[in-house]
């Protein structure tokens, strides 16, 4: 067993126990903070991808950013017990068993899907990733010159929308506070 195959099953086990755990704990904070644990461990995922800058950017953005700020309405709202929520449970119930059935019934069509191979053992014909670029793999260098090259209207107008966001939210904010 190599190292990647440790490494990539060590993720896999923190992002299914962590993941896990996030599910069923009570306290959103907790939840919250296990949600951080398995960014983590897929930001792994993508270094053991060779794509190092992606992991980065999911760091950053995820459980940086977004985190924050779900940890910051988290504290900022307060939850208490509801009475309410309490009434609920059948329902929860309901669609926790259905969930859980629908997940069982996509593993089922993904091992079904397994079968439908060639002879040989190969993927079926238009199953492969052969139209992909395969010197990308989400390097930095190839990152850039996508961005600025191949994609570089796109990036521009993705940049205008989120000044415009920034923007729309400043003057938002201003006339709330007035």
């Not at 907790?30 to 992606?54: E, K, M, R, W």
């Amino acid at each position: 067993m190599t190292v990647q195959e440790i490494l990539f099953y060590a993720f896999a086990v923190l992002a299914v126990v962590s993941a896990l755990a996030m599910v069923l704990h009570r306290n959103p904070v907790y939840s919250a903070i296990f949600l951080i644990v398995t960014l983590f461990a897929l930001a792994g995922f993508f270094v053991l991808l060779n794509a190092p800058f992606v992991a980065a950017v999911h760091i950053i953005v995820y459980a940086g950013a977004i985190m924050v700020l779900f940890l910051f309405v988290i504290m900022l709202l307060n939850l208490k017990r509801d009475p309410a929520r309490e009434a609920r449970k059948i329902t929860r119930r309901f669609v926790g068993i259905a969930l859980v059935a629908a997940l069982l019934l996509e593993i089922s069509a993904l091992i079904g899907a397994a079968y439908y191979t060639s002879a040989n053992g190969a993927p079926a014909a238009g199953n492969t990733l052969a139209g992909l670029n395969a010197g990308f793999a989400g390097s930095t260098p190839e990152i850039g010159r996508a961005l600025f090259t191949t994609y570089l209207l796109p990036f521009e107008v993705a940049s205008l929308l989120l000044l415009a966001a920034m923007i729309g939210a400043v003057v938002l904010a201003k006339k709330n506070l007035i």
